[in-house]
Structure formats: C-alpha cells, structure tokens
C-alpha cells in the first residue's frame, strides 16, 4: 500500500507527473481502480480541503493539488469506467447568468472530483434553462450556483423559481456560494444549502448524497 501513500502525498505536494506515474504502477500492481481513488487520489485530496479550511493551503496550493489529481484521473477514468465503479454522485455547476467570474466555482469543482463526484460545469453566465437542460441531460441530483457580484446573485432566484416552473425542484438539492452571499440570502430564496468557501462546499455536498 506505500505506493498509494505516496500517490495521495503527490497531491498534497501538487506533483501531477509523479500523480500519474504512481497511479500506472498501482494498476499495474494489480490494485482494484476503485482502492486507488479512494486511497491514493481522493486521500490526498481530503488532506488538501483540511489544509484549506485551517488556512494552511491557500487557492494557488490547492489548484496545483487539483492539477496533480486530475493526472491520475485521467489514467484512472478508463479502468473506473471498466469496472463499473460509479461516481458517487453528479453535480452541476456554474457561474450565474450576468457574471464572469469563476475562480471559485473551478475551486468547487476540482475539489467535489477529487472526492469522488462527476462534476458537469456549465461555465459563466449559465441561464436558468440551461441549469434545467443540464439536470436533466445528466440526471443530476445536486447542483451549485456561484456568483461574486451582488448585482448578479439575485438571479439565482430564477434558477430556482424556473425548476418550480418545470416541476424538477424536488428533485435536486441547490447549493448556493460567493463572496457576496449569506445563509440569510440562501434562505430567502429558497436553496438547500449554502457554503462560504470551496472546502465547506465539498463538505455540504457530500453530507446531501450520504
């Protein structure tokens, strides 16, 4: 098991051609690919999201981390896919319709990966039909709103009301997240949860699916 120790210590370090070096040999030592996630790729990221919380990782850290996470994936996904290992939940993301910004939406997205989710991310400035079109295409259960303007945030409220509209708001949790945001705003519009930075999006998110 000491190569899957040292694959989740190439994530924390950030070190992506040692991440996917490491995670050729573990399958090619026969490992189950489903033990190499859990143990080596999303171990190490966990580490990372405690380290962020604590202040003892900042985004450039946890960004080089993703990289390095996303290298093994990329080896790992095929021999997931074989052997019928399920995500353990899809997510939808995107930045709201109005705004641009999207530096902590990537943030959210790279760490909900490297826990285990498919992350589908619509982008920047995503209407309200199009969150709706995209839980449907990918039957999502969970999907994140992000904004940074507080001009913008009030439309995640027409993400909401237009899922009432088409009758899917039951049956998708709602995130919601930015630095102008509060759980009183997350409240009042009627989402399931709110998270004041990408760690504790990833811990919201998780306690849904379990």
Wanted: aromatic share 4%.
């Amino acid at each position: 098991m000491a190569v899957l120790e040292d694959l989740a210590s190439c994530i924390i370090s950030g070190n992506a051609p040692k991440s996917e070096e490491l995670t050729r040999q573990a399958l090619d030592e026969g490992m189950a690919p489903a033990g190499v996630l859990n143990n080596g790729l999303i171990a190490g990221m966990n580490v990372v999201g405690v380290k962020f919380k604590s202040n003892e990782f900042y985004v450039p850290e946890v960004l080089i981390a993703a990289r390095a996470m996303k290298a093994g994936l990329k080896v790992l996904r095929p021999k997931l896919a074989e052997a019928g290992v399920e995500p353990i939940g899809k997510f939808v993301i995107g930045t709201i319709q109005g705004d641009l910004h999207d530096i902590g939406k990537n943030l959210v997205s790279m760490m909900l990966e490297g826990a285990g989710f498919e992350v589908i991310d619509l982008g920047v400035d995503v209407s309200p039909e199009k969150f709706a079109d995209a839980i449907r295409e990918n039957n999502a259960t969970i999907i994140g709103l992000s904004a940074l303007l507080t001009t913008t945030m009030v439309n995640m409220r027409s993400v909401i009301e237009n899922l009432e509209k088409i009758g899917a708001r039951d049956s998708v949790k709602i995130v919601v997240g930015g630095a102008p945001l509060t759980q009183n705003f997350a409240d009042e519009i009627g989402a399931d949860g709110y998270a004041a930075d990408a760690a504790s999006a990833v811990e919201l998110v998780k306690s849904m699916v379990n």
